[in-house]
C-alpha cells in the first residue's frame, strides 16, 4: 500500500484502487445523504450494517416458524450451540483458543460478571486501578463492584491520569502506579483503548506488571476488537470484555464478548455466578441439582443462547474472516496515517490531535481537539454528509473504519476543513 502521502485527491483515488480490500464496502450499507451514500466515520460508536445480515436474521425466523422448540436440535444452524458459532472468529480477533471464548449478555453485565469473578478483595488487597476518564459504565461498575463489598469507592479506585499539560497517558506511568500500589493491589482493569483519546494502552506490559504484583489484569475492549489484532492468551491477560456493535458491526445491543484465560477458563473451581447455559450441553436437560460448569469460558454462560442478538454478529464475522484481520490493521494504520497526514496541513484552523502519533498507540480513531468553533465544524460536516461523533468541549472523533472507509473518503472530510474554515 502507497504510503508517500500527498495531498492532492489523485493520490486518494490511486490508494484506493491499490488497496486490496476495496471491494468490502460494497457489502455495507450506508446512511443516505441527499441521495447517495454518506462518509461514516463513527464506527467506533455502531458500525455499519453487512447486506447479508437480514439474510441471516431470515434464516433464524424460518426455523422457528418451520421448526418451534426444535430448532434448538435442528434447522440450518442449531440454537444449542449458537454461541459456538462466532467462537472461531472472535478468538482469532483477540488471540485466544475458542475455549477461552464466549458470548452473553452485554458489555457491562459481562464486567460486573467478570468482576465477580476475578475481584476478591481481602483485608489487604482490595484496590483496582484504572485509566482516570475511562468510560462511565466501567466507572460505574467498579464503583458498584466497591460499594458490593462493603468498601467506598475512594479507598478502592486509584486513576492513573495524564501528566499536567498533557492529554494521554504514559505508559511508565501505568506501571509505576501498579508499583506505588503493589501490596494493596487485587485488580488492574483498564480500557484497551480510551474511548475519548483513542489512545491504545500497552496490554501486555500491564498484565506482565499487574502479575508481577499479585493482581490480576483485565480489559474492555470495546474500542479494540475487530480494531486491532491482540494476543490476549499469549500476554497472559486474565480476563476481557467488549461489545460487538462497534468495529464488529453487529447492530444496535448486539450480544457482548468475553475472554477467560485457559488458566481460569478451564478450573471448574474458579468462582463464578451460575445459570444452566453454563453446564454441559449434555447434562443441560437432565434439570438435575448441583451445577457443574463447563471448563471453558462458556462455563460463564447463564441464560438460554441469544440467538436474535448473536446472529448479526455471526454475519459480520464472516467479512472478518475473508478479509483477514492483519489486512484490516494494515490498512488502518495507513488510513488513519492518512488522514493525520492531511490534518497536518491545515493551517486555517486551529486544533490539536489528542490521539498518540505513535501508530502502535492508537487504532482507527482519531480524536480532534478544536479550540474554536468545534460545533460548527461537526454541523458543517453533518451538513455535508460526513458523519462524525462530537463531543464537548470540541472534540470530533473520526474513525476511518477499514472495512468501508476509503481514501478518498478521508480526503473529503480534509477538503470540507480546509475550503470552509
Ligand atoms: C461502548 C462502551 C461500553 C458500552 O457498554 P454496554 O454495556 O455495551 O452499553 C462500555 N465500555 C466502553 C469502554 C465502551 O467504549
Known sequence: MLLNFETGIDFAQKADAADPLKHFKEWFYFPQHNGSNAIYFCGNSLGLQP???????????DT????????????TNPWLFYQDYVGASL???VGASTEEITVMNGLTVNLHLMLLSFYHPTENRYKIIMEAGAFPSDQYAIETIARHYGRQPEEVIVEVAPRSGEKTLRTEDILNTIDRHRNEL?????????YYTGQFFDLAAITQKAH???????????HVTGNIPLQLHGWNVDFAVWCSYKYLNAGPGAVGGVFIHAQHAANINTPRLGGWWGNEEKERFKMEKGFVPKANAGGWNLSTAQVFNTVALKASLELFDQAGITAIRKKSIALTA????LLKQLTNISFEIIT???PGQRGAQLSLFFTSQGKAIHNKMMDSGIIVDYREPGVIRVAPAPLYCSFEDVYRFYEILKNNF
Open 64 to 75: 422457528w416458524r418451520e421448526k418451534a422448540v426444535g430448532g434448538y436440535f435442528g434447522g
Open 186 to 194: 487485587a485488580l488492574v482493569l483498564f480500557g484497551g483503548i480510551n
Open 91 to 93: 478468538a482469532n480477533l
Open 356 to 358: 498518540p502519533e505513535d
Open 51 to 61: 447486506i447479508h445480515v437480514e439474510k441471516a436474521i431470515r434464516t433464524e425466523l
Open 338 to 341: 492518512y488522514l493525520e497526514f
Open 212 to 222: 508481577e504484583a499479585g493482581a490480576l489484569a483485565g480489559f474492555d475492549l470495546a
